[in-house]
């Protein structure tokens, strides 16, 4: 096992246009499963083909157990890759796409079948080593790339969204199914994808990736609760986080009355010093409705979902939209207003370039 | 009327339609037949007179016109002649003395038919000089007599039993095999009038000279002892034989003469002294006619099968197939023209004999003669191995492609413009490739096109350099459909830059290489203009490839029929490398990206 190390990543993909990275500085710990998170283009994919070996930093170095690898090719990094489209090679068996890299290694034919079928067996694909890769289902066919990366040992996993091409069931499947293995294995897991969903359920820390920057790393309980930035805060949960802007206003003598106003809401915020331009995050789960008049402000209903265990609320609040998320089915009428409460605790402040005001 | 009344009566309709046409067809060619056999008799008739009457007296150029009067009523009333003739010597008839007299304008431009008659000039004798036309000869086609003239031939009735076999399938009695044995039925009894007219036209022309050799033999002007075969040659017409033979065979007959069917009859020209008269029998000429009598034919099944299909199927998709057929119809029609029917018509002169020009009406039937002659000849079998060793030249210059492809595949301005570089010999004509190429082999010190150790390798040199870039370009479109993420899992499983390309791209391009190779060799099978511009051939036929020789046995020889037997040959060869070449190539390059 291993730990991995990028240390001031940068790369221009075709030298002009914006970096696809910039300045990245991150370590996955010995064992970790860690996820890059991030919408497409923000650059994980490209960190991890860094840390493969298949593209090379403008800048900086990636560091395999503290040793510079920036410049040793894939074959000696002792890396394995499991593609998002898989990768399988489409003229081989698959028992020969799992053996391949012992094969290409030098391995002995005897080798190569033990460790084939071992590895068969744990994924539960043992019957389908004879199969070409197109004669399987895209499960299958995810189970045979897990295998050729597995089959290797290697001291380092990397995943490039490797259930993005699963419908939604067997994802959910899946994903139980590779974090039961990572457990069992203990082996160090660079795992990228854009879905918030498996970021949170399998990362042990996510690293949320934008525009070729690193925007915050930490479990998913640090990264959720505590975003460091606006774009952190609306990638994780859904609905995303209700980002208000607005101006704090107030007396720099009495810190309690200072109030932040945005649309129809008028929220009294702490802030240690006058800032003036602010913006105000607040999870759908913390805003309430209440009577007209009685709350922060008052909204328009827009939407309403009836979701069972929950009732989703979109409002407009004097021209701020709005989501609320309530427990239970709720009834509330499409048209009407409501006013609305914010729960006071749980609001997180981001000046105006959207970094957190601790 | 119901649906299926309608059905059955458009049915019967069409079949009566297809039935007359078959029929119609035949009669019109069973016509030509006898009018053929007509001309013909007249022919010898004319030449029979020239020979046997004596000149007048008094214009050397005239025939006497009193032994003409008795030799033309002599052989109207000949034991076994049974064609109605007229001999007009000018304008007057002589056999029916009180007949119509011949228009004067005719005796100047005979016309070869008139009122049911064949009209040939009768001439005056002459030493080399053209003679004059004196007369007439009229003859008449013999009518069959007795029961033969009852018998109404094979296709009326085979009309009839195919109008009520698809009547009958029209109203389900009958299934869509009958309809179809009907019209091949048909197709063949409308053969077998006409091949019986044809062969009626032979026998009769033979039966008829036979007679007029015969008669000829007792009375040629003297003084001579004994009739010779020359003194009877004009009889001939310059197409039949006539040898002494020993046959005493009098009914003309078929036999078989240096692997060619001939028409033969046997005529009695002295005690004891037989000679046979051969020519070629015309129905050894009716094939075309049966393939399009029975194409014709199955016009019948072929409208039934659309006509049942209409029935069954909504107006609206009727349209929608008419449509599709429309728009079909250019292309197909431009398939058929130039595609099927000159393969047909080689498949037709490969089998068939000629005595002279390429599209000479008429060819009898040989078989496989040709092709016997093709494969015997050894110049042939030289010509395949020089193909094959100049085929040698395709494996490698797929390899170089694939090289070539592999460095220039990435895009980039370098690349572009030797890609460019080596595609342009493609777009360039083969011909001045070739004259430049002849130049440059001019030069120094050695003549390369000039020996026959190094012309071949010249001609595949300049063969690999204008295919090379066509296959790289193929090799390029190929390797840019192979997804990246293939390499780049090779390479993190540890394959270095050689097993990367033996491992994954190169199974991977499989299919591109196949396609490459066996176009590259059928190709180099037709290769032709670099031979012809640059060596002809030779030197002692070192580059005589396949296509030249196909080329020189056809243009230099006028072997018509061999050369396209030849092609055919050279067609299977191609189509069992092919194959060979999928057998071997293919096993597993059924793949896909997935």
Wanted: charged share 20%.
């Amino acid at each position: 096992m291993a730990s991995v190390t990028l240390r001031g990543l940068t790369v221009s993909l075709d030298g002009a246009g914006p970096a696809a990275l910039r300045d990245l500085t991150l370590e996955v710990l010995d064992g970790e499963l860690l996820v890059l998170l991030g919408p497409s283009g923000c650059g994980k994919t490209t960190a991890l083909r860094c840390i493969a070996g298949l593209e090379h930093p403008t800048a900086g170095d990636v560091l395999i157990d503290d040793r510079v690898v920036t410049r040793v090719p894939p074959a000696d990094r002792n890396v394995a890759m499991v593609f998002q489209n898989y990768a399988l090679y489409p003229h081989l068996t698959i028992g020969e796409n799992i053996g391949f890299a012992l094969e290409v290694r030098g391995a002995s034919r005897a080798d190569i079948d033990r460790r084939v079928a071992g590895v068969a067996a744990r994924l539960g694909i043992a019957d389908l080593l004879a199969r070409r890769p197109d004669q399987l289902s895209g499960g299958q066919r995810q189970r045979a790339a897990l295998a050729r990366a597995m089959v290797r040992e290697p001291a380092v996993f990397l995943l490039d969204e490797p259930l993005s091409n699963l419908d939604a069931n067997l994802r959910v499947e899946l994903r139980a199914e590779l974090v039961a293995l990572h457990c069992a294995l203990g082996a160090t897991m660079v795992y990228v994808t854009h879905d918030q969903g498996e970021a949170m359920t399998m990362g042990q820390r996510i690293a949320v990736l934008h525009e070729g920057r690193l925007l915050q790393v930490g479990t998913p309980a640090e990264v959720y609760q505590r975003p460091a930035d606006v774009l952190v805060a609306r990638s994780l949960g859904t609905p995303a986080m209700n980002i208000l802007a607005g101006r704090a206003r107030g007396t720099a003598d009495s810190i309690e009355d200072r109030m932040f106003e945005s649309g129809s809401l008028r929220i009294p915020v702490a802030l240690p010093t006058y800032e003036g331009e602010i913006q105000i995050g607040v999870r759908p789960e913390h805003v309430g409705v209440c009577a007209v008049d009685k709350g922060a402000g008052n909204g328009d209903i827009l939407i309403v979902e009836l979701l069972g265990n929950e009732t989703v609320v979109h409002l407009n609040a004097g021209g701020q939209p709005l989501i609320a998320r309530l427990p239970g089915l709720v009834d509330v009428q499409v048209g009407t207003r409501v006013g609305l409460k914010v729960d006071r605790r749980h609001l997180h402040l981001f000046d105006a370039s959207g970094v957190r005001i601790p | 009327m119901t649906g299926s009344r309608r059905w059955t009566v458009m049915t019967a309709a069409l079949a009566a339609i297809i039935a007359l046409a078959v029929l119609g067809a035949a009669r019109w060619k069973e016509g030509r037949f006898a009018r053929a056999g007509a001309v013909r008799i007249a022919r010898s008739t004319a030449a029979y007179f020239t020979i046997v009457t004596p000149v007048n007296k008094a214009d050397s150029a005239d025939l006497d016109l009193t032994h003409l009067f008795a030799q033309a009523r002599a052989l109207a009333t000949l034991p076994g002649w049974v064609w109605p003739v007229e001999i007009y010597h000018g304008t007057a008839p002589l056999v029916d003395a009180g007949g119509e007299p011949l228009p004067a304008a005719e005796l100047d431009r005979v016309p070869e038919w008139r009122d049911g008659a064949a009209l040939v000039p009768l001439r005056g004798r002459s030493d080399g000089t053209p003679a004059t036309v004196v007369g007439v000869a009229a003859i008449r086609p013999a009518h069959p007599g007795g029961v033969a003239a009852l018998w109404p031939g094979w296709g009326i009735p085979a009309a009839l039993l195919a109008v009520g076999v698809a009547a009958a399938a029209a109203a389900g009695r009958r299934s869509r095999r009958d309809v179809i044995v009907a019209a091949v039925l048909l197709g063949l009894a409308a053969y077998a009038d006409v091949r019986g007219a044809a062969r009626r036209s032979s026998n009769d022309w033979l039966t008829a000279t036979r007679l007029l050799m015969q008669e000829a033999a007792t009375r040629l002007p003297g003084p001579r002892i004994r009739v010779t075969l020359s003194d009877l040659m004009p009889l001939t017409l310059g197409g039949a034989e006539l040898v002494w033979g020993d046959s005493t065979t009098q009914e003309p007959r078929r036999a078989r003469l240096r692997g060619t069917q001939v028409a033969v009859v046997a005529a009695r020209l002295g005690s004891g002294r037989w000679a046979d008269l051969r020519t070629t029998p015309a129905e050894a000429f009716t094939g075309v006619w049966l393939a399009g009598l029975l194409a014709l034919a199955l016009l019948g099944p072929l409208g039934f099968a659309a006509l049942e299909w209409g029935e069954r199927t909504a107006a609206g998709e009727v349209r929608e197939a008419a449509t599709a057929w429309a728009f079909l119809a250019p292309a197909g029609l431009h398939l058929a023209m130039f595609t099927v029917a000159p393969m047909l018509f080689t498949l037709y002169l490969a089998v068939h004999g000629a005595s002279g020009g390429f599209l000479e009406p008429v060819r009898p039937y040989i078989g496989l003669t040709n092709l016997r002659a093709v494969v015997r000849d050894p110049l042939v079998w030289g010509s395949l191995a020089t193909t094959a060793l100049y085929a040698l030249y395709v494996p490698v210059t797929t390899a170089l492609a694939l090289a070539v492809a592999l460095v220039l595949r990435r895009p980039g301005r370098a690349a572009l413009v030797l890609r460019a570089a080596f595609v342009l010999p493609v777009m360039t004509s083969g011909v001045a490739v070739a004259l430049v190429a002849q130049s440059f082999a001019g030069l120094g010190a050695r003549d390369w096109l000039g020996s026959p150790r190094s012309a071949l390798l010249v001609v595949m040199v300049l063969s690999a350099w204008t295919q090379l870039g066509a296959q790289m370009m193929v090799f390029v479109a190929g390797l840019q459909r192979i997804p990246d993420t293939y390499l780049d899992a090779a390479r993190v499983d540890g394959a270095n830059a050689w097993q990367r390309f033996w491992r994954v791209t190169f199974p991977l391009l499989k299919p591109i290489t196949l396609f490459v190779l066996v176009t590259g060799v059928i190709g180099a099978v037709q290769m032709f203009t670099y031979v012809y511009v640059l060596t002809g051939g030779g030197p002692l036929h070192a580059t005589d490839v396949i296509m030249r020789r196909v080329f020189e046995i056809a243009w230099d020889s006028l072997e018509f029929g061999r050369a396209s037997a030849l092609s055919l040959l050279v067609f299977v060869l191609l189509l069992a490398v092919t194959a060979l070449q999928f057998k071997v190539l293919a096993r597993e390059s059924r793949v896909e990206h997935a």
